[in-house]
């Protein structure tokens, strides 16, 4: 079992910055994979951003170059830091992990709201 806290989200206006941490506990050597998504109101939720043990990164398009994802091993925990927010960033962000056998665990969510 891996258990998934976020922090960070807030209200912020456009242009503006955040960032986002998910500080994992439990059997976190497991875990292999490590994402962002996000949820807007009435839509799907969609990968913002990936991580793995390599460090390999991966961005949806409408994120690049504003946002950056990164972990610290040494303190189980991710990070997500956006930059140059826009109103349609606005959504409920979570984290998810992948762990060796194909469990995946989520977070209970941040929401980040991108308003003037």
């Known amino acids: 079992q891996v258990h998934l806290v976020e922090s960070g989200g807030g209200l912020v206006q456009p242009g503006g910055s955040l960032r986002l941490s998910c500080a994992a506990s439990?059997?976190?050597?497991?875990?292999?994979?490590m994402g962002w998504y996000r949820q807007a109101q009435g839509e799907e939720r969609d990968l913002v951003a990936s991580?793995?043990?390599?460090?390999?990164?991966n961005y949806a398009d409408s994120v690049k170059g504003r946002f950056t994802i990164s972990r610290d091993p040494a303190k189980d925990t991710m990070y997500l830091q956006m930059n140059s927010l826009k109103p349609e960033d606005t959504a409920v962000y979570y984290c998810?992990?992948?762990?060796?056998?194909?469990?995946?665990?989520w977070g209970q969510g941040t929401q980040v709201t991108v308003w003037s």
């Open positions: 991580i793995n043990l390599s460090d390999v990164t």
């Open positions: 998810k992990t992948v762990a060796y056998g194909g469990l995946e665990y």
């Open positions: 439990g059997r976190v050597f497991q875990v292999y994979f």
